[in-house]
């Protein structure tokens, strides 16, 4: 049972953006921590950016800082990673997952705590 469905990777030229979706009809999104980590080919995976419930704390890795947006909208029930000024080494499967505690802070590192996982959409950045 899919719980989490990402959705808007693809593939972008070095330097060009993309916005990857995240959405549930299981959770209300804003009820909960919202992470985006990522795994390229042969590597761990990692945090990228995480948005906390209670009041939109957002924390992001040292790799994205200030080309990644994570933001989220109630209206829709969705979450969102905004990618800028993209780079082959942004190349990976990237992945949204929630951690069900109400809080004003969220584990971007941490993705252990994470409780449901989406199937991730794939973001290859080449020329």
């Known amino acids: 049972q899919v719980q989490l469905v990402e959705s808007g990777g693809g593939l972008v030229q070095p330097g060009g953006s993309l916005r990857l979706s995240c959405t549930s009809s299981e959770f209300t999104l804003a009820y909960n921590a919202i992470g985006w980590f990522r795994q390229a080919p042969g590597k761990e995976r990692e945090g990228v950016s995480c948005?906390?419930?209670?009041?939109?704390?957002?924390y992001y890795a040292d790799s994205v800082k200030g080309r990644f947006t994570i933001s989220r909208d109630s209206a829709t029930n969705t979450a969102y990673l905004h990618m800028s000024n993209l780079q082959p080494e942004d190349t990976a499967v990237y992945y949204c997952a929630i951690d069900q505690w109400y809080g004003s802070s969220c584990h971007v590192e941490a993705s252990g705590v994470y409780d449901y996982w989406g199937q991730g959409t794939q973001v290859t950045v080449s020329s």
């Open positions: 948005i906390a419930a209670s009041d939109g704390s957002t």
